[in-house]
């Protein structure tokens, strides 16, 4: 994590009642110890700025921003993977370009694949030291990025419980008809065949092989 915003490190202009040019040296905090909790707590729970972001406004909830550290080889891998994208979209692109574009796209696949990586070992220390601490408050996390993490890792356990499910049901089936293991057999070979004959095509093809994929 590159840094976290608490309640301690947001500026509180309307409480330190200062002077612009005494502001321009610094700006007072909670953490600084020299505004009072009273006028601190009306600025926070009343201020348009800080009301229901920073504290609540009955003052028994407040948020911690975690803001993770920028990856600058994603984001620039994304901006010319985009800009290449948008060329293709517009003229076409040149052979030179094509092959530009060929090779950002599988860096870019890397990148964005490590990050989801990181940014699932990062939500998951998160989550550990939130358990930590539960005994002594109520705490929640929230965003963006663990809102998509937990969706690939929901569907990632529903594929596997749903297709343990289907296996265990097509092998008991074909076992209560056949009462044969070559009938029993066959059948779930003939259908790892199809799948990975579909995961190749779809890969010839380019397409990832994702739950939407898989399925069409």
């Known amino acids: 994590m590159e840094s976290v915003v608490t309640i301690l490190d947001v ?72 800009e290449l994208l948008i060329k293709r979209g517009a003229a076409g692109l040149s052979p030179e370009d094509q092959a530009r574009f060929e090779r950002v796209s599988t860096r870019y696949d890397v990148a964005r694949a490590e990050l989801a990586e990181r940014r699932h070992a990062e939500i998951a220390e998160l989550r550990a030291v939130i ?18 993490d937990d969706m690939v890792t929901f569907v990632r356990r529903d594929l596997v419980a749903f297709g343990s499910g289907v296996l265990v049901f097509i092998v008991v089936l074909l076992t209560v008809i056949f009462r044969s293991v070559r009938w029993v057999l066959l059948p779930l070979l003939s259908c790892f065949y199809a799948g ?10 380019g397409w990832a092989v994702t739950v939407i994929s898989s399925n069409f």
Do not use: F, W
Not at 131 to 148: F, K, P, Q, W
């Open 11 to 82: 500026p509180l202009v309307a409480s330190a009642d200062l002077p612009i040019a005494e502001l321009a040296q610094g700006v007072p905090t909670l953490e600084g110890g020299t505004i009072a909790l009273k006028h601190a707590r009306e600025e926070l729970s009343t201020s348009p700025v800080y009301r229901d972001l920073v504290l609540s406004r009955d003052s028994r909830t407040t948020a911690l921003l975690v803001n993770a550290k920028t990856d600058e080889d994603y984001l620039s891998l994304l901006e010319e993977r985009n």
């Open 196 to 205: 990975t004959m579909m995961v190749g095509m779809l890969g010839l093809m």
């Open 131 to 148: 358990a930590d601490h539960r005994d002594g408050a109520t705490l929640h996390l929230g965003g963006v990025s663990m809102i998509a």
